[in-house]
């Protein structure tokens, strides 16, 4: 059975920052890229970084790169998202995906499996 838990996430003052982690079992983690998205209330779920299986290729959402940071860690299963300099308009659940593929695609509707998501509380 193919699991994603993600945590981390939690209430934060702007300007702050919070690393989230995503740990995958359930299927071979090193054949699949991942990605992280995000859904603000009222909102779409929107792409915020994806990266290759290989670790190297990565992508941000819009206006993310700079702020948002992510990692992958092959020998544990777990792919991170650092979020620094974080602001109320950041404030959404945040979910991990993975896709069998070599690399990460913006689209939601490609990715294979999904976790429950972590809530991302920033206060103004």
């Known amino acids: 059975q193919v699991q994603l838990i993600e945590s981390g996430g939690g209430l934060v003052q702007a300007g702050g920052s919070l690393r989230l982690s995503c740990a995958v079992s359930?299927?071979?983690?090193?054949?699949?890229?991942v990605g992280w998205f995000r859904q603000a209330p009222g909102k779409e779920r929107e792409f915020v970084a994806g990266?290759?299986?290989?670790?190297?290729?990565?992508s941000y959402g819009e206006s993310l790169k700079g702020q948002f940071t992510i990692s992958r860690d092959n020998a544990k299963n777990t792919v991170y998202l650092q979020m620094n300099s974080l602001k109320p308009e950041d404030t959404a659940v945040y979910y991990c995906?993975?896709?069998?593929?070599?690399?990460?695609?913006?689209?939601?509707?490609?990715?294979?499996?999904w976790g429950q998501g972590t809530q991302v509380t920033v206060s103004s």
């Open positions: 995906a993975t896709i069998y593929s070599t690399r990460w695609y913006e689209a939601k509707r490609s990715y294979d499996y």
């Open positions: 359930g299927l071979t983690f090193s054949d699949y890229a």
């Open positions: 990266i290759a299986r290989n670790g190297i290729n990565i």
